[in-house]
């Protein structure tokens, strides 16, 4: 895969860049090769043990026992390096892109596309190293493993510098488009909008410019956005500008607590475009069906209206959003450790909103995950979780109980593939939904059971 002293030099003519053929008759070539994969398959007690579906929300009642997908993905990177401090990288990624791809139990082949493509320059400024392209930006750092929450998801194509250093903290910029991938918004739609019928603004661009600066334990983020003519099908006018800004602090020990641990403490707010559940993001579909608002999000029983792609940038101009995040870990002196997640947001909508049932809805969560060793490749894992919804007085909860023993092989490499069986029990599961003499629905029990293999490297 090394490059050519033909089209190195070809590169270097095109691009204005004088350098001596000594220095290019040697470049130096990295190559780099990540990747994920979560393979499983989860059966449904209430469904005579066939396949279930999603029983509950990963991200507030935490992820284990009820992660119905699967997912693959793989990242590849290469670097040349020259000239000592100059290289520049080409990072390619791969992943699953359909519903069947990630729920189906065959072994045959999966579908999947480009999720990342995008290049680095280091060594064009003083320090820092210049990206341009597309790319899942912000979430790798912004992440809480246990419930698969990224709190921050500023995914999509652009161009900026990261890890620029001022003095001692180290600073990130970057304008970020994003946009809806779903074949049904037709981005070249040329009609003109007719009310309740409108589809000539229902893909327009939203626009983001991100900064964000870490000085020590502490960083903080702003996300300034714009989209013109943000309109749905039905010719409503949304917001077309917003911000939201991100406060993270890391603490080397359980909030404070003596002993072996670590945690950390999250406070993001938005208002406009950067307020439900574009909090901390942009147009992608984690953001669309994450945790969020409980006026976006995924909606059947308002039919088409209800799709969470399509929800995702309905937001009035002075809706306004806050959310708190408190997550860790701490280990006991017999091996036992404790993840827990306590998580929240209010979103207030504001009068005109044309979802407003109530001005406000809130949702605030709980979970723990234990993990106790039992032998060098075996251990008890599981998870407790809950959540309170509340929508203009009218409130509902839910819950989860997990177990899961694992066989783990842990390596000097960082890499620890997991083998799991699991069981779960919800008392009031989405994959029972009974309904009642009223007409109304209700959520009982059901048990999912089933195994999961999983590996990150």
Do not use: C
Request: proline content about 3%; overall charge negative; aromatic content about 14%.
């Amino acid at each position: 895969m090394k490059m050519s002293k033909v089209a190195l030099g070809l590169v270097t003519a095109l691009t204005g860049l004088a350098v001596a053929p000594t220095v290019l008759a040697n470049p130096v070539e990295g190559f780099e090769y990540h990747g994920y994969f979560r393979a499983g398959v989860l059966m449904s007690a209430e469904n005579d043990f066939k396949r279930s579906n999603f029983a509950g929300q990963k991200e507030t009642l935490g992820r284990l026992g009820i992660e119905a997908d699967n997912n693959f993905s793989a990242q590849f990177a290469n670097t040349w390096t020259w000239d000592e401090d100059k290289s520049f990288k080409i990072n390619l990624g791969f992943g699953t892109i359909d519903e069947e791809a990630g729920i189906s139990t065959s072994a045959e082949a999966k579908g999947a596309g480009i999720d990342n493509g995008y290049v680095e320059f280091t060594g064009m400024s003083s320090s820092g190293v210049v990206w341009g392209g597309g790319r899942e930006y912000g979430k790798v750092d912004n992440y809480i493993f246990m419930t698969d929450f990224f709190y921050s998801d500023m995914s999509g194509i652009g161009a900026g510098i990261v890890r620029y250093e001022i003095g001692e903290s180290l600073w990130d910029l970057a304008y970020i488009a994003s946009d809806r991938s779903d074949s049904e918004f037709d981005r070249w739609n040329d009609d003109s909008a007719v009310i309740g019928n409108n589809t000539t603004n229902l893909n327009n661009l939203l626009h983001a410019l991100h900064i964000g600066v870490s000085y020590g334990d502490v960083r903080l983020s702003a996300l300034v956005k714009g989209m013109p003519d943000n309109w749905d099908k039905e010719g409503n006018e949304w917001a077309e500008s917003g911000f939201d800004l991100t406060f993270t602090y890391t603490m080397h020990s359980f909030f404070g607590l003596p002993g072996n641990g670590d945690s950390k403490l999250i406070v993001q707010g938005g208002k406009g475009l950067g307020a439900g559940n574009l909090l901390g993001g942009t147009i992608t579909g984690y953001n669309a069906y994450g945790p969020g608002s409980l006026a976006q999000g995924q909606h059947n029983d308002w039919g088409d209206a209800g799709d969470a792609t399509y929800l995702i940038t309905h937001l009035e101009d002075d809706d306004t959003s806050g959310r708190v995040l408190l997550w860790g870990r701490y280990t006991f002196d017999n091996g036992l450790s404790l993840f827990p997640s306590v998580q929240g947001q209010y979103n207030h909508m504001a009068e005109g909103d044309a979802r407003a049932e109530s001005d406000y809805n809130y949702w605030v969560s709980a979970m723990v995950r234990p993990t106790m060793p039992i032998s060098e490749y075996f251990y008890l894992q599981g998870e407790l979780g809950y959540v309170y919804n509340n929508w203009g007085g009218s409130s509902w909860t839910q819950s989860k109980f997990t177990i899961a023993p694992t066989f783990i092989m842990a390596t000097p490499y960082g890499v620890a593939p997991e083998i799991r069986f699991l069981a779960s029990y919800l008392p009031e599961s989405w994959t029972n939904e009974v309904d009642q003499p009223d007409g109304s629905t209700k959520l009982e029990s059901d048990f999912i059971v089933g195994i999961q293999a999983d590996v990150w490297w």
